[in-house]
């Protein structure tokens, strides 16, 4: 069997730059009816395995630990009312949803991942984004993520083309460079080639000599300004790897939880409140068998 794991803030997000930017006669729904749709595409093409990890609240714990990590300020007022109302319209579909208040959806996808590989009869997990803090839970070709927008596959040897460094060290990558959209700096000076060329050798920031002269790394550029930089940071870096690093240790189910057995009674409901009325059709039409 194959799991889907859905990250559904971005395709929220997705839908809302898309979807419904599209529509001719707009509606304040018109991104959760897209997402709907899409997840019901999944379905149509054989998913069976299905679940969709989603930002109730866009602040977690992390903003707790560094003042400047994303928040819901400046978010479209349209597209966050839609959170809530997407959730309850899975759920109507019958899709499992992680609504993620402590955490984010991407902790709950990691977690999910991580139980997912542990079954042995899973053959394949797909982590459905292209966000690249999810890059730390690609597993070989076994659990892999998917970029529905531009329809590419990031396996294990596809993060390391991406970063230059393998999944577990991509957190540190992050800590190194720094990461705009979840709102952390990363260290003065350090770029994403000279990252992944530190990392490549040593894997972690900890794991980094604090004397330059201890490196081996050949060909980088200003060595000792590098290092200078990492040692008097080096506490902001550790933490920035705590803010990139996904959490697995949440309750998420097991895999039999998340199989999709058709809409709930109400879905029929919901469908009609949004104004997409032929999802529940759509819905009712797909092959459980």
């Known amino acids: 069997m194959r799991v889907h794991l859905i990250d559904g803030t971005y395709e929220l997000f997705r839908q809302h730059f898309g979807y419904a930017k599209r529509q001719k006669r707009p509606t304040p729904y018109d991104a ?68 993620m208040v402590e955490y984010e959806a991407d ?30 839970c690609v597993r070989g070709t076994r659990i892999v993520q998917y970029d529905r927008r531009n329809d590419t596959w990031i396996d294990e040897a596809g993060v390391l083309a991406k970063f230059g460094v393998a999944p577990a060290s991509v957190p540190h990558w992050l800590a190194l460079v720094g990461d ?38 050949p060909g980088i550029r200003s060595p000792a300004k590098l290092a200078a930089a990492l040692r008097d940071a080096h506490q902001m870096a550790r933490l920035f790897v705590r803010l990139a690093t996904v959490v697995t240790d949440i309750d998420v189910g097991v895999v039999d939880d998340w199989e999709w057995h058709g809409a709930t009674e109400r879905f029929e409901e919901v469908a009609e409140r949004i104004g997409a009325p032929n999802l529940s059709k759509r819905a009712a039409g797909i092959s459980l068998s």
């Not at 969709?52 to 300020?73: C, M, Q």
């Not at 400046?74 to 966050?80: A, N």
């Not at 700096?185 to 604090?210: E, F, H, Q």
Request: hydrophobic letters at 45%; zero cysteines; charged letters at 20%.
């Open 180 to 217: 705009s959209a979840d709102g952390y700096p990363g260290i003065p000076g350090w770029g994403a080639k000279t990252a992944a060329a530190v990392l490549a050798r040593y894997g972690t920031v900890d794991s980094i000599p604090d004397d330059v002269a201890e490196w081996d790394v």
């Open 32 to 99: 959760t009816v897209g997402v709907l749709s899409s997840t019901l595409q999944l379905l149509q093409d054989g998913a069976t395995h299905v679940a969709v990890a989603s930002d109730h609240v866009i602040e977690s714990f992390r903003n707790d630990l560094w003042p400047g990590y994303k928040t819901s300020a400046g978010m479209d007022p349209v597209l966050l009312a839609q959170l809530p109302i997407m959730e309850d319209a899975l759920d109507a579909m019958g899709v499992t949803v992680w609504a």
């Open 107 to 136: 902790d709950a996808m990691a977690a999910a991942a991580q139980v997912a590989g542990g079954d042995e009869r899973v053959t394949q997990v797909v982590i459905v984004t292209p966000d690249k803090d999810l890059g730390q």
